[in-house]
């Protein structure tokens, strides 16, 4: 199998034939950075954007792999997350201010820009399939907010500012802008606005942002008026989409803005953008916010990961509508820095934890942080970049990040989600139920709502093919209406067809993406291979005399491939991932005998296609013979391969990660036998069989006998066990050995939060238990077991022969516990 480079896939993105040496590695990526972007040909007059997305309503989604799970969120995910908001308080915040009533704020400032975009996200998925129950649940919504708003002469609405703090609107005297998101959460109450009228004709919620956003036009400014930009970012991008629309319906915007200029809305979006780093009559939100210099002088990405992504999504807007000013190169620019040495395999963004922010160039630890809101709004820079200059490579980039990075956001079941989402973990990282702070479920729905919407782009001169999903979709071209039918089992299979029906013969351009990770695509016209096709920007093209019925047959062979990292991504050195068309695998410790750690590739490990119609929804699995660092027989001997074994690994489609028990997983897994760890010695407790009284559904029992070394009590690298969330009870776990054997101590190093500020403790007291005659009772003679926090705890008996063995333990009263390893000696 041949090993492919990850840099020469980051040269490929950026359309330049470039032949891998490895001897000139260094030299290339000093040289990656002086590459010119070109610009692409652009209307002579009105905005200039090369493509323009299709209305939700044109485009209609039918695709084996897509379909099932966009039914899933609007059926499950949608309902579950307004439900968990309504229960947190976010929509009785609305109700106070309605009703004048001065009563205390529940849950986070940014509660209100969450369910904005709720109402955003479900707009879209409504506008694609309707559903009266969903319609008539976000007029409500839109009801309330539109009521709580006109409470104030101006329209301002932030509940939090309103309850709490109601002098300190956009954090003036003493406040605090970037907790409260007054801008930000306004931000998002326009993009609300924007989808649930194109979604239902309803101008409620346009008027009460329009009226809004024209306050904020009048208000804010450079000295002397209120220099104010958004704490958070995504107000540019919106603020843009709601003058796109008014700007493009005159009558629509004579009936919503009153006495609100249309042009005024755009000025605010570009004040937002430009009056980043000076800070004349207020504090600076330094890099965090990307509010340490002018964007001008930007030069890589920095500060917290999605309000750095948003801010350039929203100059991706504004460079449409201002060619003449900065906003195209600085975009190109962050863009470049940002997907050649700040961007994971998997798309995603934000490498550190501290501030959820980007780290340095290559700085890609593959337990970083990876928000999947980070992702989302990378690929909302993506995508904004692709509209802008038509240029394929975004698209190539948005494709990455969706089926990778953002797909595994939610579980296939549609209710448990993820914040962050690394390249390795452990059993301890799980889904959750919710969040204190559920942002990236609401983002997650966004970029589906909006996808069928990326599928295809209008061109001056025809259609654009962005992205390979199975649909048809009604476009104007000339002077006819134009049907493209889409049919494919992407990403399962290469094969994409295109049909296209029209009233008469005309001469237009289908513009077809070939993406980068593909070495050798086959296009054919009604049968007909094109051998030697046009290619602009990452794309065929197609340009000739159509007529009803004429097909276009694109074929990408999907070729399973073991990746290298850029070499100056120093983590991944002598390590390889496994990649097949837009799809990164992961290796989940579940079907892996939980042997990940141990595990090694061979330089000639081959890789197969297994198509599983029983596991995880339906996926094609990747099964390639895997190498296990063993241990010596015995302990005088050398630590060399001939202890190892091998067993056949089985990869999984990263998105799908995370779906089934707790269970470690890795991205990347070393092609060097040193650096896989070395397999313990079997214990008594390893080789046993653990049960348990409890267990909380984010621990695991399979911590109980894991070997791993623990730090401490409240060690959280390591996965645990718990009786979470019981408190004072008596529990127990239970070792069902693997044979009679003779026993006379057991250890339990205690999981204790106390630390943390949570609420496990030590125990008040525990024992050990075998069965006898059909009843568990103590065994005699045993010492009292300690509780002491940081180090194993011990009870000793004299020596016997055990098949069974139970830890009863008693709670302490109002506390739960839990044990992070077990021995038995």
Partial sequence: MTTHSYLQWYFRKLRTPVHFDSSKTCLL???????????????????????????????TVDDDFWTPMMEVWQRTTIRDCFAKFENDGAFRNFERIRDGRAESHESAPWFDGLVYEMIAASSDFLARHPDPQLQHQLDEYAKLIAAAAERDPDGYINTYTQLEDPTKRWGRNGGNLRYQHDVYNIGCLVEAAVHHYQATGDTRLLKTATTLVGHMAEEFGFPPRLNVIPGHALPEVTLVSLYQLLRDDPALAQEVCGEVEVESILRLAEFFVQARGHYEGRTSLEAYAQDARPVAELQTMEGHAVRATLLCAGMAALAQERPDGVYRECTQRL????????????????????????????????????????????GMFHHNMGVLTGDGKYYDELERVLYNGILAGVSQSGDQYLYTNPLTASAQQRRWQWHGCPCCPPMFLKMMGALPGYIYSTRDDGVAVNLFIGSHASLPIGDQQVTIHQSTDYPWNGSIHLKLQLDSPSEFTVRVRLPQWCDAPRLRVNGKPVD??????????????WSTGDAIQLELPLVPQLVHDNPLVTTNQGYVAIERGPLVYCLENCDNQNLLSHLYFDQDTTLRV????????????IRCTANVRGVPAEASESDSAEADHTIEALAIPFYA??????????????????????????????QAEWTASHCWSGDTTAALNDQLDVAASDDQTTPRFSWWNHRGTTEWVQADLADSTEVSEVQVYWWDDRRLGAHCRTPLRWRVLTLQEGEWKPIAEQTAGATAMDRFCSITFPRQSLSTLRIEVELQPEWSAGILEVQIK
């Avoid at 040289?31 to 485009?59: E, H, I, K």
């Avoid at 990660?657 to 390893?686: D, F, G």
């Fill in 29 to 59: 990526m000093i040289m990656s950075v002086c590459l010119v972007l070109p610009c692409p040909a652009t209307r002579a007059n009105g905005p200039q954007r090369v493509g323009d997305d299709l209305p939700l309503g044109s485009v």
């Fill in 335 to 378: 863009w470049q820095n940002m997907t050649t040495r700040r961007m994971y395999i998997t798309g995603a963004v934000g490498a550190i934890a501290h501030d959820e922010r980007f780290g340095d160039d290559y700085e890609l630890p593959n337990d970083g942080y990876m928000e999947i809101c980070g992702s989302v709004a990378a």
């Fill in 657 to 686: 990660h995370s779906n089934r028990q707790p269970t470690a997983r890795r991205v990347w897994l070393p092609e060097q036998r040193q650096l896989a760890e070395a397999q313990k010695p079997a214990t008594i407790a390893s």
């Fill in 610 to 621: 297994e198509s599983r119609d029983d596991l995880l929804g339906g996926i094609d699995a």
């Fill in 532 to 545: 030697s096709p046009r290619v602009e920007q990452g794309y065929a093209v197609l340009t000739r005399q």
